[in-house]
């Protein structure tokens, strides 16, 4: 049964990632001579200064997550060299380009990070701050941007898309801050099922992990500092991958834009992510009144990127493996 299911879902996501990848066709008008010829322009006439900021704006996005997940573990007493967490960021990225939605690579990270430090929980809830710091920091900016914006921008999918991310991040501070759902929920069914309270014990545990990172309130200062830094450079990302295929993309559309498609690109729908990136940059930046082929070709540069960062990832994981793994472990302070 359990196998019928997978091959059902299997087949599922392949029809919806080719029914994506059609979608896109369809409206960058890619079937007709004209439409591909002007794609094919807006590919070739690509402006290699853009170009190159692109690649840096990337690079300095890994090394800037990479420094808060470090920093975030220096809280625990866990010093994993920076290096180490780089080379792992970069593996998450090559399994991200297999699993599915943009966080399967952060189910890889979470399991070599534990190996290295022999803590599962405490390896998890530092990989989750990482990641849902940045959100925080994404739906703050972004609710502002659209206040701002909302008279020249009022377009429902980027509303509704912000309202879903309000929705899901006050619901995850609520479950961080508060307990009592995990102990209820564990109450009525965790006695009930063997599986279900060893599930529940590993989630108090990540969610007292996590809650202990309120101690140190100068990490978390920093860790939010860092994702707002990053959230700017996301978007400057998109805005001078854009400005590489046309010179009319304002700023200001871009930082109300980025969110939606980000939303969009998590959605767990097709085969790593495929089609799904791109209809989502075609769609948002129609929407702006920006043609579908700059979108498309916007989303492309910045896919090849991520299959680079994918590459990389794959060889250090390979690496890896030719090299005994060392660990650590948290100083014996029993002693005094």
Same mark, same amino acid.
């Given at each position: 049964?359990?196998?019928?299911?997978?091959?059902?879902?299997?087949?599922?996501?392949?029809?919806?990632?080719?029914?994506?990848?059609?979608?896109?066709?369809?409206?960058?008008?890619?079937?007709?001579?004209?439409?591909?010829?002007?794609?094919?322009?807006?590919?070739?006439?690509?402006?290699?200064?853009?170009?190159?900021?692109?690649?840096?704006?990337?690079? !300095?996005?890994?090394?800037?997550?990479?420094?808060?997940?470090?920093?975030?573990?220096?809280?625990?007493?866990?010093?994993?060299?920076?290096?180490?967490?780089?080379?792992?960021?970069?593996?998450?990225?090559?399994?991200?380009?297999?699993?599915?939605?943009?966080?399967?690579?952060?189910?890889?990270?979470?399991?070599?990070?534990?190996?290295?430090?022999?803590?599962?929980? /405490?390896?998890?809830?530092?990989?989750?701050? /990482?990641?849902?710091?940045?959100?925080?920091?994404?739906?703050?900016?972004?609710?502002?941007?659209?206040?701002?914006?909302?008279?020249?921008?009022?377009?429902?999918?980027?509303?509704?898309?912000?309202?879903?991310?309000?929705?899901?991040?006050?619901?995850?501070?609520?479950?961080?801050?508060?307990?009592?759902?995990?102990?209820?929920?564990?109450?009525?069914?965790?006695?009930?099922? #063997?599986?279900? /309270?060893?599930?529940?014990?590993?989630?108090?545990?990540?969610?007292? !992990?996590?809650?202990?990172?309120?101690?140190? #309130?100068?990490?978390?200062?920093?860790?939010?500092?860092?994702?707002?830094?990053?959230?700017?450079?996301?978007?400057?990302?998109?805005?001078?991958?854009?400005?590489?295929?046309?010179?009319?993309?304002?700023?200001?559309?871009?930082?109300?834009?980025?969110?939606?498609?980000?939303?969009?690109?998590?959605?767990?729908?097709?085969?790593?992510?495929?089609?799904?990136?791109? !209809?989502?940059?075609?769609?948002?930046?129609?929407?702006?009144?920006?043609?579908?082929?700059?979108?498309?070709?916007?989303?492309?540069?910045?896919?090849?990127?991520?299959?680079?960062?994918?590459?990389?990832?794959?060889?250090?994981?390979?690496?890896?493996?030719?090299?005994?793994?060392?660990?650590?472990?948290?100083?014996?302070?029993?002693?005094?």
């Amino acid at each position: 049964m359990s196998s019928t299911k997978n091959i059902l879902s299997l087949l599922l996501k392949v029809t919806v990632t080719l029914g994506l990848i059609g979608f896109v066709i369809y409206q960058a008008d890619l079937m007709s001579d004209e439409g591909r010829t002007k794609f094919l322009v807006t590919i070739r006439n690509v402006d290699l200064y853009f170009l190159f900021w692109s690649i840096v704006v990337s690079l !300095a996005m890994n090394l800037l997550s990479s420094y808060k997940w470090h920093i975030l573990l220096l809280s625990k007493k866990l010093n994993v060299g920076f290096m180490k967490l780089l080379g792992l960021y970069y593996v998450g990225k090559f399994f991200n380009l297999f699993l599915p939605t943009g966080m399967g690579g952060d189910i890889v990270r979470v399991y070599e990070l534990g190996k290295i430090t022999k803590t599962n929980s /405490e390896s998890l809830a530092s990989v989750f701050l /990482e990641r849902f710091t940045g959100m925080v920091v994404l739906t703050v900016v972004s609710l502002l941007a659209v206040i701002v914006s909302i008279q020249n921008y009022d377009l429902p999918i980027i509303t509704n898309s912000l309202l879903l991310c309000v929705v899901m991040t006050s619901i995850i501070v609520w479950l961080i801050l508060d307990k009592r759902p995990i102990y209820i929920i564990n109450n009525l069914f965790g006695s009930r099922f #063997k599986l279900l /309270e060893r599930s529940f014990e590993k989630l108090i545990k990540l969610h007292d !992990a996590i809650y202990e990172y309120k101690n140190d #309130k100068k990490t978390l200062i920093i860790a939010f500092l860092i994702s707002l830094v990053f959230y700017f450079l996301a978007v400057i990302n998109v805005w001078v991958s854009a400005m590489a295929f046309s010179r009319e993309i304002e700023f200001l559309t871009i930082l109300v834009a980025v969110p939606a498609i980000m939303l969009i690109m998590n959605l767990p729908v097709s085969i790593g992510g495929l089609g799904l990136m791109e !209809a989502a940059y075609s769609t948002i930046f129609q929407a702006f009144s920006y043609t579908s082929s700059v979108g498309l070709s916007t989303a492309l540069l910045i896919r090849a990127k991520t299959i680079v960062d994918g590459i990389l990832g794959g060889l250090f994981y390979l690496y890896r493996y030719k090299r005994p793994t060392t660990s650590i472990s948290k100083p014996d302070n029993s002693n005094g």
